[in-house]
């Protein structure tokens, strides 16, 4: 594990859940200021933090209080690299519908619905493993 905090896991699902259904309805409405404002939860997620992610504060102040304790933890450097993967998409696609390029919209909130969905429905996030691979073909520094 790295040095960043743990998180309890059911909080990114949980999050990728509610994900999911915003992306659904941006792309059945094409309401694109959903989209922004879905955007701007990834920028919180990856920039400032998981802690303080809208569906982060939901899942600690509604759900989590109504489920077992878990001792079960999982780094959030992972978690947070797949926010700024997300929130990359989203940037596009609100970019796109706002700019009357629907088809770069649908398609990169396809792409974040399609990767919030499989952690949403199979607990498979695909920005960490995304993550993980790219720390285990990185190079570090210091290392020969």
Known sequence: MSA????????????????TVVLAVVLVTGWWPLLA?????????AFVGLRPAPYSVLYR???APRLRP???REDAAP???????????ALVGTVGYASGLT???I???????FAAFLNAAFNFCLGCEAYLL???????????
């Open 134 to 144: 790219l720390r285990r073909f990185t190079p570090r520094a210091g290392q020969a």
């Open 107 to 113: 398609v990169a909130t396809a792409f974040a619905l």
């Open 37 to 45: 404002a879905q955007t701007v939860v990834f920028a919180i997620g």
């Open 4 to 19: 960043s905090p743990a998180v309890d896991p059911r909080g990114p699902r949980f999050a990728a859940a509610v994900t």
């Open 61 to 63: 102040l509604l759900v």
């Open 103 to 105: 088809t770069v919209g």
């Open 79 to 89: 978690l947070r690299f797949a926010q700024a993967v997300g929130f990359v998409f």
């Open 70 to 72: 878990t001792t079960e």
